[in-house]
């Protein structure tokens, strides 16, 4: 097989005194913490879109991506040649697994046949690939997003013919992803969602949503695939609202349409922040509702109000999120998908290896931050002792519905001089520094 990166060799732990920057300082795939190795509990996830397919366009400017197959011609050898350099990618940085759209991995024919029929021989091959390295596809999907035929969304269009051809697309997604044993299958309501409510049925629309969910639920169940059905909140981009908003709006609508039993969420630190949250509220809103699924790991710019998608190096949303996922006691199926690419001026081939090392250590980082601060209790004990009235007396009649308004009363007329205890929200912050910054 022909070698797209010759100039990487695969990538070696060497330890944070390492100045090599072809090496994991905190990565160390092999070792072994609380009876499973990193690579094992962390199951980092390589995004073929941005990795294979991304550009590096704007809105200002065309491609930058130097990628050593873009002078292939033909659209199979194209695509084979992607896949190739996929599997290579993924062995140069000891990384298990891979995610895609359909049309990620193969281009689209003229008539949905044609397009089938492309999507089956790559699909084949990368079988091929799957099979003799051992590498895993932690989730398929469809991408019902690019092509002008979803301009009006694809469950949530006016259009009852796109209706039908998104669920033809789900469905073959769907059975792609069982044939190579993907462990979850991910939605994105790329334009589910609406621009104005003057050319808008909203409430068909989700409805249609609910509809289609319902359909792939039982399709799932009918052809016996095992993974986990995923939903992946996002505000915004490309519609100004979009159903899925965030975990909390998807938990609401999936309870309303009984669906709460058939979905886990898919949670994107960028989409979070977008909505206005912290990445770990929705990781946590997520897991205290049963419903954590898996991490698309990366991070926004707080000064662009966009989906910049970049590759996470903020050690603190690292931490705090792989300590949601440390009490979730792992990601079960899930893993941390780095729907990252690099900045536009990171075009030459060899930005793809330091992108996925930077976010990679950072996620190491913050997996043994956590995994220490739980151990120790810290942050768990302060929170049991803030909370502790509850343990007794009144506190424990409240919690066990012992008690109503009346009571209440009864009982405030007579503890009416309450002290109340610091929140101590900057000795917090300062431990979990400490916690970093020691080594
Ligand atoms: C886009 C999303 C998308 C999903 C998969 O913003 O992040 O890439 O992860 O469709
Ligand atoms: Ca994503
Ligand atoms: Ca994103």
């Not at 079988?127 to 003799?132: A, C, P, R």
């Not at 044993?181 to 049925?201: H, P, S």
């Not at 095992?226 to 709006?249: M, R, V």
């Not at 991490?295 to 999120?321: H, K, S, V």
Request: hydrophobic fraction near 35%.
């Amino acid at each position: 097989m022909k070698e797209y990166f010759p100039n990487v060799s695969k990538i070696q732990y060497e330890g944070e005194t390492s100045t090599n920057p072809f090496a994991f300082k905190y990565f160390n795939p092999d070792e072994v913490i609380n009876g499973k190795t990193m690579k094992e509990h962390l199951r980092f996830t390589l995004s073929y879109w941005h990795t294979l397919c991304g550009a590096g366009s704007d809105p200002f400017g065309s491609g930058t991506m130097e990628r050593p197959w873009l002078d292939i011609k033909d659209p199979i050898e194209f695509a084979k040649a992607k896949m190739d350099a996929c599997f290579e990618i993924m062995e140069k940085l000891n990384i298990d697994f891979f995610a895609f759209h359909d049309r990620d991995i193969a281009p689209e024919g003229k008539t949905l046949v044609e397009t089938n029929a492309i999507l089956d021989e790559v699909v084949a091959y990368c079988d091929k690939l799957m099979k003799e390295t051992g590498k895993k596809l932690l989730w398929g999907t469809a991408n019902m997003f690019s092509h002008p035929r979803f301009m009006h969304g694809a469950s949530t269009t006016c259009e009852a013919d796109i209706f039908a051809f998104a669920a033809a697309q789900v469905k073959k997604a769907m059975e792609v992803t069982k044939l190579l044993g993907g462990e979850n299958y991910v939605f994105w309501g790329g334009r589910e969602g609406y621009e104005t409510l003057l050319n808008t049925n909203m409430k068909l629309e989700e409805e249609n949503f609910a509809r289609f969910l319902k359909m792939a639920v039982d399709y799932k169940k009918k052809i016996g695939f095992t993974g986990e059905l995923l939903i992946e909140p996002k505000p915004k981009e490309p519609t100004k609202h979009q159903y899925d908003t965030d975990a909390a709006t998807v938990l609401g609508f999936l309870r309303k349409y009984g669906l709460e039993k058939e979905f886990k969420l898919n949670i994107e630190a960028n989409h979070a922040t977008l909505a206005g949250h912290t990445f770990e509220h929705d990781v946590h809103l997520a897991r205290i509702n049963g419903a954590l699924g898996s991490i698309d790991a990366n991070m926004g710019d707080p000064n662009l109000g966009w989906d910049t998608d970049q590759f996470p190096t903020n050690i603190y949303d690292a931490t705090y999120c792989m300590y949601e996922i440390i009490q979730n006691g792992g990601l079960g199926k899930g893993g941390l998908n780095f729907d990252s690419k690099p900045r536009r001026a990171s075009f030459e081939p060899e930005d793809i290896f330091l992108s996925y090392i930077s976010g990679m250590d950072t996620f190491a980082k913050g997996f043994k931050v956590a995994l220490k601060l739980i151990e120790d209790g810290v942050l768990e004990n302060f929170k049991a002792d803030r909370y502790a009235t509850f343990n007794e007396g009144i506190g424990k009649d409240i919690v066990e519905g012992k008690v109503d308004f009346e009571t209440l009363e009864k009982y405030a007329l007579e503890h009416d001089q309450i002290k109340v205890k610091s929140g101590r929200q900057e000795m917090l912050e300062s431990i979990v520094n400490q916690y970093i910054f020691s080594k």
